[in-house]
């Protein structure tokens, strides 16, 4: 079982883990190499390479690598050992990934971009350069790429321009919250953003963090320094869908702030995490940039533990003498809709974000540069996920004192409310068969001749007429976080679609992540309706039509499970015999732990092992062997 992991250890750090986000094992392993130090000169931004474009200004290495030289190219000095790049990956013809690697250097354990099919997709990274002052692009299905650059690192044992400097991560803008400097922009509009007092008016560049919400169309966003020119680059690309999307970059800053164009409108949350020196600084070794082969830091999909919802794990730097890591951050295996925030190690989080995911089981990076403590770095997770981090380089300083202890990291059992009709009370009028919700806080409430949303009927066997499913939701004290629904089969001739958006907002409001809604048996037996199987079979086809509607609306196919199923079903082919009720128990606690990516809670065949974590009950083909296991 995954458990707690409040620091992972040193030797995992630096293990070099491997398994890219595709499984892609060819790449190769190395130790950590570095340049010398570096400080930063802002460029442009400037387009180096599209590989759309009748000249690209880059070659091919191979069916899947191009390389793309940055040092020497107008504007860009000859002399450099990294760059501040973003990267898109456009018009992919499979979901894949993009590797960013210096030149002539095998390709590391590690990737930059995440993308699916026809999807525009880009991050930002700082990137060692390699031979030449080159770099390479590796997408692992064939797609189109795009290479812009934000600015350079040339060598430097001291500096005064170019340092960075690490600041707790704050929000200098929320275009959500009311008097926004920057509220609702429209699309194809230019905002400008002041920076607060803590950079200096001279600051050559600030590292930040932009989220895009509530985008009307899709298209990209720009950025540049204020009152500079509006460069014919792009760092973020909306789908128009209006859920939020992060990058982050470095920008060049001027006295009056930066710059962003949005083609997509909606609005900007943009939180700061350091700027990086101007000529009036102090001459100083700190702050410098230690670029390194991009390497694997930490891959929670091959260890014992995730980050939990509400939890945080620690990962110590790597290298001594860091007051900052580089690194890209990827969500991935998500519950749901959420985000990951990355701080200094045992030092108060801010109300920040790092990456944002949309959707359950959703993969997703985005570029950090996160200040070190004597203890590393933090991530916290709104959102039970999987956390993969690869190192890019580092900043020299002094690291922050840790001073609070190390955070919890614990999965909280789930409260898991169970409403249904006279096919769930198997369950309610068999205790023993509860035995078997475990892993989860179940609250159990069937009741006979239940309808959804329309009045219900009165039942005979219960004596009463029953609330609805969407009072039972409504009335049910405190929080939910998942609803498993087994009723419908009352409703019949009804507006089911709009039936089950009425579910759903009942279920949103008391805090659900997601409803997990069983499909209908249809009737086995000689006696079944026709009607019946008819409703039945039409109710299953708008839950299924409904679902695009709602991201987090989970349809179990208990239809075609419990097909596969013997001695289960009673004579009308719908309800459930005892041993039925114990298959329904066992399918609704492996549904729980799939969602949770907790081990099943037992095997399939009696002495078996058991799965973990659980997977999609409704992918196995089969049906547990409930007599063996439960002696029934």
Same mark, same amino acid.
């Given at each position: 079982?995954?458990?707690?992991?409040?620091?992972?250890?040193? *030797?995992?750090?630096?293990?070099?883990?491997?398994?890219?986000?595709?499984?892609?094992?060819?790449?190769? %392993?190395?130790?950590?190499?570095?340049?010398?130090?570096?400080?930063?000169?802002?460029v442009?931004?400037?387009?180096? %390479?599209?590989?759309?474009?009748?000249?690209?200004?880059?070659?091919?290495?191979?069916?899947?690598?191009?390389?793309?030289?940055? %040092?020497?190219?107008?504007?860009?000095?000859?002399?450099?050992?990294?760059?501040?790049?973003?990267?898109?990956?456009?018009?992919?013809?499979?979901?894949g &990934?993009?590797t960013? !690697?210096p030149?002539?250097?095998?390709?590391?354990?590690?990737?930059?971009?995440?993308?699916?099919?026809?999807?525009?997709?880009?991050?930002?990274?700082?990137?060692?350069?390699?031979?030449?002052?080159?770099?390479?692009?590796?997408?692992?299905?064939?797609?189109?790429?795009?290479?812009?650059?934000?600015?350079v690192?040339?060598?430097?044992?001291?500096?005064?321009?170019?340092? &960075?400097?690490?600041?707790?991560p704050?929000?200098?803008?929320?275009?959500?919250?009311?008097?926004?400097i920057?509220?609702?922009? %429209?699309?194809?509009?230019?905002?400008?953003?002041?920076?607060?007092?803590?950079? $200096?008016?001279?600051?050559a560049?600030? *590292?930040?963090?932009?989220?895009s919400v509530?985008?009307?169309?899709?298209g990209?966003?720009?950025?540049?320094?204020a009152?500079?020119?509006?460069?014919?680059?792009?760092?973020?690309?909306?789908?128009?869908?209006?859920?939020?999307?992060?990058?982050?970059l470095?920008?060049?800053?001027?006295?009056?702030?930066?710059?962003?164009?949005?083609t997509?409108?909606?609005?900007?949350?943009?939180?700061?995490?350091?700027? !990086?020196?101007? $000529?009036?600084?102090?001459?100083?070794?700190?702050?410098? !940039?230690?670029?390194?082969?991009?390497?694997?830091?930490v891959?929670?999909?091959?260890?014992?533990?995730?980050?939990?919802t509400?939890?945080?794990v620690?990962i110590?730097?790597?290298?001594?003498?860091a007051?900052?890591?580089?690194?890209n951050i990827?969500?991935?295996?998500?519950d749901?809709?959420?985000?990951?925030?990355?701080?200094?190690a045992?030092?108060?989080?801010?109300?920040?974000?790092?990456?944002?995911?949309?959707?359950?089981?959703?993969?997703? $990076?985005?570029?950090?540069?996160?200040?070190?403590?004597t203890?590393?770095?933090?991530?916290?997770?709104?959102?039970?996920?999987?956390?993969?981090?690869?190192?890019?380089?580092y900043f020299t300083?002094?690291p922050?004192?840790?001073?609070?202890?190390?955070p919890?990291?614990?999965?909280?059992?789930?409260?898991?409310?169970?409403?249904?009709?006279?096919t769930?009370?198997?369950?309610?009028?068999?205790?023993?068969?509860?035995?078997?919700l475990?892993?989860?806080?179940?609250?159990?409430?069937?009741?006979?001749?239940?309808?959804?949303?329309?009045?219900? #009927? &009165?039942?005979?066997?219960?004596?009463?007429?029953?609330? /609805?499913?969407?009072?039972?939701?409504?009335?049910?004290?405190?929080?939910?976080?998942?609803?498993?629904?087994?009723?419908?089969y009352?409703?019949?001739?009804d507006?089911?679609?709009? &039936?089950?958006?009425?579910?759903?907002?009942?279920?949103?409001?008391?805090?659900?992540?997601?409803?997990?809604?069983? /499909?209908?048996?249809?009737?086995?037996?000689?006696?079944?309706?026709?009607?019946?199987?008819?409703?039945y079979?039409?109710?299953t086809?708008?839950?299924?039509?409904?679902?695009p509607?709602?991201p987090?609306?989970?349809?179990?196919?208990?239809?075609?499970?419990?097909?596969?199923?013997?001695?289960?079903?009673?004579p009308?082919?719908?309800?459930?015999?005892?041993?039925?009720?114990?298959?329904?128990?066992?399918?609704?606690?492996?549904?729980?732990?799939?969602?949770?990516?907790?081990? #099943?809670?037992?095997?399939?065949?009696?002495?078996?092992?058991?799965?973990?974590? #659980?997977?999609?009950?409704?992918?196995?083909?089969?049906?547990?062997?409930?007599?063996?296991?439960?002696?029934?």
């Amino acid at each position: 079982m995954r458990v707690r992991a409040p620091a992972l250890s040193v *030797a995992l750090v630096l293990a070099g883990l491997a398994a890219d986000l595709d499984t892609d094992r060819t790449a190769v %392993a190395a130790p950590i190499e570095s340049a010398a130090p570096s400080a930063f000169e802002p460029v442009g931004p400037e387009r180096l %390479a599209d590989t759309r474009a009748p000249r690209c200004t880059c070659r091919r290495i191979d069916a899947r690598t191009v390389r793309v030289d940055v %040092a020497g190219v107008p504007g860009v000095p000859e002399r450099i050992s990294a760059a501040a790049l973003t990267i898109t990956v456009t018009e992919p013809t499979a979901a894949g &990934f993009a590797t960013v !690697f210096p030149s002539g250097s095998e390709r590391p354990l590690a990737s930059t971009v995440n993308y699916i099919a026809s999807q525009t997709a880009a991050n930002s990274t700082i990137i060692r350069v390699g031979n030449g002052g080159a770099i390479d692009v590796f997408t692992s299905s064939a797609a189109h790429v795009v290479v812009d650059v934000t600015g350079v690192f040339t060598e430097a044992d001291t500096a005064t321009s170019g340092r &960075f400097v690490a600041l707790t991560p704050r929000r200098v803008l929320d275009g959500r919250e009311p008097g926004a400097i920057v509220g609702l922009m %429209a699309p194809g509009s230019s905002a400008t953003i002041p920076m607060p007092a803590s950079v $200096p008016s001279d600051a050559a560049a600030v *590292a930040v963090n932009v989220t895009s919400v509530d985008a009307g169309r899709p298209g990209y966003l720009a950025g540049f320094a204020a009152g500079g020119r509006q460069p014919e680059t792009s760092f973020l690309n909306p789908d128009g869908s209006g859920a939020p999307v992060a990058a982050a970059l470095i920008l060049p800053v001027s006295g009056g702030g930066i710059a962003i164009t949005n083609t997509s409108g909606g609005r900007l949350v943009i939180d700061l995490t350091g700027y !990086f020196t101007g $000529p009036s600084a102090q001459l100083s070794a700190d702050g410098l !940039f230690v670029a390194t082969t991009p390497k694997r830091l930490v891959d929670t999909r091959l260890l014992d533990t995730r980050v939990w919802t509400a939890g945080s794990v620690e990962i110590p730097s790597p290298v001594p003498g860091a007051s900052a890591l580089a690194t890209n951050i990827t969500m991935t295996a998500t519950d749901g809709p959420g985000f990951i925030t990355a701080h200094e190690a045992g030092v108060r989080r801010g109300v920040v974000s790092a990456v944002n995911a949309i959707r359950r089981d959703h993969t997703i $990076p985005n570029a950090a540069i996160t200040p070190v403590s004597t203890r590393g770095i933090a991530v916290y997770a709104s959102i039970s996920t999987d956390l993969v981090v690869d190192l890019n380089g580092y900043f020299t300083g002094t690291p922050t004192a840790a001073t609070l202890p190390v955070p919890a990291n614990d999965p909280v059992p789930r409260r898991v409310l169970m409403v249904g009709d006279s096919t769930l009370a198997v369950v309610r009028n068999m205790p023993q068969t509860q035995d078997l919700l475990v892993g989860f806080e179940p609250i159990l409430d069937a009741q006979g001749c239940r309808r959804l949303v329309w009045t219900s #009927c &009165f039942s005979d066997t219960d004596l009463r007429r029953p609330n /609805t499913v969407h009072e039972a939701i409504l009335d049910t004290p405190g929080v939910v976080d998942v609803v498993v629904v087994m009723a419908g089969y009352n409703d019949w001739n009804d507006p089911f679609g709009a &039936f089950v958006d009425t579910i759903m907002a009942a279920s949103r409001s008391k805090g659900a992540r997601q409803v997990v809604w069983l /499909t209908y048996s249809e009737g086995r037996s000689p006696g079944s309706s026709g009607s019946a199987i008819a409703a039945y079979a039409q109710n299953t086809h708008d839950l299924r039509a409904s679902a695009p509607r709602h991201p987090d609306l989970v349809v179990a196919d208990w239809r075609t499970y419990n097909s596969r199923s013997v001695g289960w079903m009673a004579p009308d082919g719908v309800h459930l015999d005892p041993r039925g009720g114990f298959g329904l128990a066992d399918y609704i606690s492996r549904w729980i732990a799939h969602l949770d990516h907790r081990p #099943c809670t037992a095997p399939m065949v009696p002495g078996g092992s058991v799965p973990e974590p #659980c997977p999609n009950p409704d992918s196995t083909n089969r049906v547990p062997d409930i007599a063996g296991l439960y002696g029934v």
